[in-house]
């Protein structure tokens, strides 16, 4: 199976700061990476597929990049509602793997 | 609208059997692959198990291999999961969930609220 590891597992960031979260493949996936947004007691909400296209309604402060084994989420200017845990999943075969997700904080 | 609703949840005792339905409206069920995915209290993520459109593949994880069974009822817009033989390790809210086409290829785009499943004595 392949490995997802993200990083960090957690941060505290500040409104309006710039925050990046990584998730790396253990063998290459090609660009079949999505990216999902889950706040507490919520369901996990898709924010970027096929590793940099975003979702129909989701924010443009949000964007993902990379490709093969190396992958990006970029919150550009962190709003309040995006303090949340962010899992990366891989889509390229079965079975599918998650990345073990990153808490954004407050600061 | 897309929707998703999970019903079958509850408290059951090591060995035992559950199953779970998912109920969904507001797009083509038959035209969309579909999934459940668990996530233990306080936990992150993990894929189940995953079933075409047309509900001729199936996948799952090597952890409920042998012990769940993912189906789907067109007439009834509706997803299931069986689960037998049912361990302290299977306590999760468990998520169904839709692909983004039929095939099982292409990422999970919209997710039910989840029910809860508690395997306990």
């Known amino acids: 199976a392949i490995q997802m590891t993200q990083s960090p597992s957690s941060l505290s960031a500040s409104v309006g700061d710039r925050v990046t979260i990584t998730c790396r493949a253990s063998q290459g996936i090609g660009n079949d990476l999505g990216w999902y947004q889950q706040k507490p007691g919520k369901a996990p909400e898709l924010l970027i597929y096929g590793a940099s296209t975003l979702q129909t309604g989701v924010p443009s402060r949000f964007s993902g990049s990379g490709s093969g084994a190396d992958f990006t989420l970029t919150i550009s200017s962190l709003q309040p509602e995006d303090f949340a845990t962010y899992y990366c999943l891989q889509d390229y075969n079965y079975p599918r793997t998650f990345g073990q997700g990153t808490k954004v904080e407050i600061k | ?121």
């Open chain 2, 1 to 121: 609208e897309v929707q998703l609703v999970e019903s079958g949840g509850g408290l059951v005792q090591p060995g035992g059997s559950l199953r779970l339905s998912c109920e969904a409206s507001g797009f083509t069920f038959t035209s969309y692959a579909m999934c459940w995915v668990r996530q233990a209290p306080g936990k992150g993520l993990e894929w189940v198990s995953t079933i075409s459109g047309s509900g001729g593949a199936t996948y799952y994880a090597d952890s409920v291999k042998g012990r769940f069974t993912i189906s789907r009822d067109k007439s009834k817009n509706t997803l299931y999961l069986q689960m037998n033989s049912l361990r302290d390790e299977d306590t999760a809210v468990y998520y169904c969930a839709k692909h983004r086409v039929a095939a099982t290829s292409g990422t999970i785009d919209f997710w039910g609220q989840g029910t809860l499943v508690t395997v306990s004595s």
